[in-house]
């Protein structure tokens, strides 16, 4: 902005005594501007212009510190900003005129001869000896100040560089093995193990049923001592295959009681296949991936990373919130003075609910579209409901009347009601961290304002669904 100001010419020859010359014609506005001047084999040079239609006033520039990081300067610079305000500008990344360079900020620094009638404001910023900031100031002149032909004693306040950030940063945090596929398993085995055969959920059913008649083993459906009943159902029973699973024939060439049983209902065939999906599912381990959301807010002095959600790559996009009755704790507070570009985060432990979200996922993708509860007991009232809509009697007659008619309904309730136990799904652990944090947070300030403008996770996760971890090991 030269304010109309021009040159003569924009190259000149020098003379036989080597001298050359090019004249500046001033403009009619006030205005301040740099001439460069180079020549190939001699240094550039700069120089800095000022138009004034107003006069000059001189400043004696003194410097009011009251933070700690400036013994660590190894250059400490000041300047004038022309043309500009303090509010618009990076100290840190502007492009000086009339820079000094200073001992200490004990130093005052005499600009003399500054326009009155041209913007400017005086800076000044340390840097250590890589380069990083440390401290800055910025002042524009009061305009009492600006009168031609005075000197002016004036101070700035200079403050030390310290890192906040505007709001919260969203951050993702990756990790894998997470343990959370074995999890499941061990939460769902009658689950799992009912999708392994074609007849997977009568299999059970009727184990349950000869443990019952037989004084077996009630928490896993065991055989215990044959009776002349068990033995006849036993009988009519699918024969195993190589896997162990009991097929479509029974030993007599008939069709087998668990194949039966499956065709009482589509939807005892449908949720059979609910089963065989969740396990296919499971096998191929599709929860060891996962991404957490999590937010980080700074302030001087104090860092607040906060855990939203995860997301399991392997399952699909979606965004699985916390728990709400675990959410208040996954916000955890660190030391953070804001003079470094990272900041180290210890051992740290959180409940974040894996178990309990991985359950969901699961109960969303296979059994919400069949409205089936990841229940034992519910589970079980829906197979009664369907053998019920397909019977022109009670439930328990029709399977009575299926299986052997020397039952009772109160064999049949009892078998349900085992197998009920059987379904039952281990509830997660309320109590203890089942996910561990550490490693590095750096952030970058492009623009060198104090305000973080990205924030770059290293962070290892450590993950058992459990939560038996330790933060004092790190480890189980």
């Given at each position: ?9 924009v ?6 005594e080597?001298m ?19 020549q ?6 700069t ?17 009011e ?9 190894t250059?400490?610079e ?22 000094r ?7 005052v ?7 009155v009638?041209v ?27 600006l ?24 951050i ?24 392994r055969?074609t ?35 036993m ?13 479509s ?14 065709s ?18 499971l ?30 790559p ?11 009755a ?12 804001g003079t ?8 740290s ?31 079980m ?17 029709e ?6 008619t ?7 309730e009892?078998a349900?009601?085992l ?14 961290y ?13 623009n060198r ?5 990205t ?10 669904p ?11």
């Amino acid at each position: 902005q030269a304010g109309g100001s021009s040159l003569s010419n924009v190259s000149a020859i020098t003379d036989t005594e080597g001298m050359a010359g090019i004249s500046i014609n001033a403009g009619t506005s006030a205005a301040h501007f740099s001439i460069s001047i180079t020549q190939a084999r001699a240094v550039p040079i700069t120089l800095d212009v000022t138009v004034t239609e107003s006069g000059m006033a001189s400043f004696d520039l003194a410097f009011e510190y009251s933070g700690f990081r400036a013994d660590e300067a190894t250059l400490i610079e000041s300047g004038i900003l022309f043309d500009e305000t303090c509010d618009g500008t990076s100290v840190f990344l502007a492009s000086f005129s009339r820079t000094r360079s200073l001992n200490s900020l004990y130093d005052v620094v005499r600009y003399a001869n500054l326009p009155v009638d041209v913007p400017f404001a005086f800076a000044v910023r340390l840097f250590d000896g890589d380069g990083h900031p440390l401290a800055s100031g910025c002042l524009e002149p009061p305009a009492e100040t600006l009168v031609p032909g005075v000197d002016v004693d004036i101070s700035m306040s200079v403050a030390d560089y310290i890192l906040s950030s505007d709001g919260s940063t969203l951050i993702t945090l990756s990790g894998s093995d997470s343990g959370l596929s074995d999890w499941m398993i061990g939460a769902l085995p009658a689950w799992y193990e009912a999708g392994r055969c074609t007849y997977g959920v009568s299999m059970q059913l009727l184990n349950c049923l000869v443990s019952w008649l037989e004084g077996g083993d009630p928490s896993t459906c065991g055989r215990g001592t044959p009776t002349v009943l068990s033995e006849e159902i036993m009988d009519l029973r699918g024969i195993l295959d190589s896997s162990s699973c009991r097929g479509s024939l029974n030993s007599h060439g008939g069709t087998s009681l668990e194949a039966a049983f499956h065709s009482l209902s589509t939807d005892i065939h449908a949720l059979q296949q609910a089963m065989a999906h969740l396990r296919q599912y499971l096998e191929l381990a599709p929860f060891e991936q996962i991404t957490l959301a999590a937010t980080v807010k700074s302030a001087p002095g104090l860092l607040t990373l906060t855990l939203q959600s995860m997301t399991f790559p392997v399952t699909g996009t979606t965004e699985r919130p916390l728990p709400a009755a675990l959410s208040a704790g996954a916000t955890m507070e660190f030391d953070f003075p804001g003079t470094q570009e990272s900041l180290a985060i210890p051992v740290s432990g959180f409940r974040i609910g894996l178990g309990e979200v991985g359950l969901q996922v699961v109960w969303e993708r296979f059994f919400l579209p069949l409205s089936v509860p990841l229940s034992g007991y519910g589970i079980m009232e829906l197979l009664k409901s369907y053998i019920q809509e397909a019977s022109s009697t009670t439930w328990q007659q029709e399977l009575i009347d299926l299986f052997n008619t020397s039952l009772t309904s109160q064999d049949i309730e009892r078998a349900f009601a085992l197998m009920a136990n059987l379904l039952a799904v281990s509830d997660p652990a309320l109590e203890g961290y089942d996910l561990l944090l550490s490693g590095i947070l750096g952030f970058t300030d492009e623009n060198r304002d104090g305000i973080v403008d990205t924030v770059t996770p290293d962070i290892t996760l450590t993950m058992d669904p459990e939560g038996d971890l330790s933060v004092d090991l790190g480890t189980k």
